[in-house]
Every structure is written in C-alpha cells, then in structure tokens.
C-alpha cells in the first residue's frame, strides 16, 4: 500500500513539476507556480501527461479556430512549453483571444485564407518571422517549425449553400467540389510547401512532422458504401500527397502522416450524429488527446507515410 502511495505520490510531482517548466516559460512568473497550475488546466486535461518540456518547439495548426483545430491548439498550450501558431480566417474569435491572454508570449495568432495564394503567402512569411526570433543553435540560417497541423476541412450540410457530402454523383456540384478541393486539399499542399524550409532539419536533432487530419472515408480500400464524393475524393487525394511529400522530407529527417480523428463531436459532424453509437462520437478533447500521443509517442522515422487512426492502429490507403 505504501509502496502504490509513493508512486502515485511521484507521477503527481511528475506532471506539477512538467506544468511548472510549462507555466514558467509563458511568462517568467515565479511565485506559487503549483497553484496557478491547478487553477489554469480545464478538468479535462488534468490527467493527461505533459507531451514536450522543451520551450524551443515550434507548433502550427491549421487552422486552429473551432473544433478538432481548436482543441490541438489548446493541449499543446497546456501540454507542452513550445510556441504555438494559430492559423486563423478571423483573428478575433473569442476561444483564440482568451487562449491568447492566457498564455501571452506563447502563442501567436496569423491570419489566413485558406482560398487564397497570397494570404496562404503572407501567413508563411509571418511564420517564419516568428520562428526565425527563436532560432535555436543548430539552426543555420532560419528557424523551424517542429509539427505542422493540418487540419482544415470542409464536409456539407446537404443545404444549398453547402451541398456536401453527396449521396450521388448526381448530386454533385462543381462549385462545391472544386471548393472543397481547395480547403480540403489544396490548402494543405500550399502551406507545407511555404513551410517546408522550416521542417527540414539535422539528420542528428529531434525530426519534424506534417500531420494531415484525414479520414477513414478517404480510403480507397475500405470504401464499402459509396457516397459522400466531394469529401472522399479530396480525402484520399491527402494522403497520397501525405505519402509523396513523405518520401521527399524524409531525405531532411521530417515526416509526413495522415491521421483520422474518428467522429467527433464538431460543426462538421453534427448534421450526421444521428446513427453515430454515444460511445463512436468521441469529445473533441478525447480525439485530439488520442491524436497526439500517436504523433508524440509512437511514430518513428520509418512511419512517414502512413495513415493511422486516432489509437494508432494503421488503415489502408
């Protein structure tokens, strides 16, 4: 019994003492740093372990404004002591604003649209002026970025306005397609590429990472129904750009992974939770929490390229 005591007495010093590096390097406050920390971490997380202690990792999410995306921002602020990046089509959305007063020095917020080049341009540029201020030793030249989120996507409501996910090809609207293309694809392709130069790195350092939020319906191979053609065909066109770019950013000690989230409880899932099993509709905190020990803990050098579920189990292109 004592014995049970002490070790759960040492992975509770464990986690403070993480959280303490963590809040330390927000904002150089050295008082009670125990009791902003039990104060500060939402319920939710208070049992996750901290991903990354070290203050020089770069993260970007895009984009990080609600959901799946908002929630990566959130634990990697409270996770781990890193810079994180917040892509965002409004640079006032309140979740971001109080995220950003809370964690002040630690978190950037940039502006994009994701529809247009010379925004997706001018979000790079920001980036890399962020990145190139924390230059570490190694670096030669720019800064990095150490994990890049891409997680942007665009599913329907089968309204006029949004005709996705289709039934039939019948069904399927040009605008919507090459629309969907464009967020759910294109996007993705653009940012890894202005970042690309930030991802690469010494094959002797910590390697960096693309992560492309996925889906199960983009696998070719595990299509069984049908359906849903807009946002399947731009779901598996992902992650074959995930398994190309893989083979290149390899040769620079970076990889690339798909990942699928399962169905989670967002804007983009709720118009089709009505036949979802409560125990296959996962909260945002529990799919991201997954997610992120897949990409932390388990991929290796030899994992580019392939597409993972949220527990970590492999699916078929």
């Known amino acids: ?59 970007v999410v895009s984009t990080a404004s609600r959901g799946i995306g ?32 809370k964690f002040g020095s630690r978190m950037s917020i ?11 341009d001018n979000a790079i540029s920001q980036v890399g002026a962020i990145c190139d201020q924390r230059k570490v030793e190694w670096i030669k030249g720019s800064g990095k970025v150490d994990v890049l989120f891409n997680v942007a996507a665009l599913l329907g409501d089968q309204s006029e306005s949004a005709p996705g996910p289709e039934r039939s090809v019948l069904d399927v609207e ?22 690309s130069p930030y991802l690469k790195r010494p094959r002797d350092v910590q390697m960096g990472k693309v992560v492309n939020l996925s889906a199960r319906v983009g696998s070719i191979g595990d299509n069984g129904l049908g359906g849903w ?20 950013l390899k040769r620079a ?25 409560p125990a296959k509709l996962f909260s945002t905190e529990f799919s991201v929490s997954q997610m992120l020990d897949v990409v932390f803990n388990q991929i290796e050098k030899d994992d580019g390229g392939k597409f993972y579920a949220y527990d970590g189990s492999e699916i078929e292109y």
């Open 1 to 59: 019994m004592i014995r049970v005591l002490i070790l759960v007495a040492y992975s509770f010093g464990m986690m403070i003492t993480g959280f303490k590096i963590c809040l330390r390097a927000t904002n150089g406050y050295t008082g009670n740093m125990t009791t902003i920390m039990m104060s500060s971490i939402p319920s939710a997380y208070s049992d996750l372990p901290v991903l990354n202690d070290s203050p020089d990792y770069n993260y």
């Open 253 to 277: 000690n970076c990889i690339a992974i798909s990942i699928h989230p399962g169905t989670t409880d967002t804007d983009l899932s709720k118009p089709f939770q009505k036949n979802v099993k």
């Open 110 to 120: 940039v502006p994009i649209d994701l529809e247009s080049q010379g925004s997706i």
């Open 70 to 101: 908002l929630e990566f921002a959130k634990q990697l602020l409270f996770r781990t002591c890193g810079h994180v990046i917040c892509f965002s089509r409004c640079a006032e959305v309140p979740a971001l604003k109080e995220l950003e007063n």
């Open 174 to 195: 040009r605008w919507w397609l090459e629309k969907s293309m464009q967020v759910n694809l294109i996007s993705h392709i653009m940012v890894t590429k202005g970042l």
């Open 229 to 248: 053609l807009s946002y399947r065909c731009t779901k598996s066109a992902l992650n074959q750009f995930t398994k190309t770019v893989s083979l290149e």
